[in-house]
């Protein structure tokens, strides 16, 4: 299989991706936990079907020290008992951020206030912006049918 586009060989998405990735980068280096930022990485890249985001950030967490168990069980966190409290918050506000276009009220009032039940302002913003950012990010990949499986953790730097 064959990406429809280099994202990797255009100057013009070389400026958007790096603009994407300094987003990013803010967020990775906030106080949002790392692992929670993992498993909202991986859970909207499920929904979203993006398999090149699944594979890097499914690696990235294992790479990490993140359990095999754990990463097996983001599809079906709600059954899953070894998540926290804070991190079900936190994959509740993600499916409904990323599924925005399927709910009549977008985010419901319960799932943010779940969310900030557990996570301090600057927390909800990482939050809030690491969504956004996924989401992005899962569907440049989606639209130009990027591969999934070759991606080696710290690839990207």
């Not at 990323?98 to 009032?109: S, W, Y």
Request: charged share 20%.
């Amino acid at each position: 299989m064959e990406a429809r586009l280099n994202f990797y060989g255009s100057p013009l998405a070389a400026k958007l991706v790096k603009h994407v990735n300094s987003a990013g980068r803010e967020i990775t280096n906030s106080t949002l936990p790392a692992a929670t930022q993992e498993l909202v990485k991986i859970r909207a890249s499920q929904i979203n079907g993006c398999g090149f985001c699944t594979d890097m950030h499914t690696k990235d967490a294992a790479h990490a020290g993140e359990t095999a168990q754990r990463l097996h069980l983001v599809a079906v966190w709600r059954e899953a008992k070894i998540f926290t409290d804070a991190e079900r918050a936190a994959l509740e506000l993600t499916e409904q951020g990323t599924r925005i276009a399927d709910a009549a009220g977008g985010v419901t009032d319960e799932a943010w206030a779940n969310a900030a039940e557990h996570y301090d302002e600057e927390q909800l913003v990482a939050l809030v912006g690491l969504i956004a950012v996924i989401n992005t990010y899962n569907r440049m990949n989606v639209i130009v049918q990027q591969p999934a499986g070759d991606y080696r953790p710290g690839q990207f730097g």
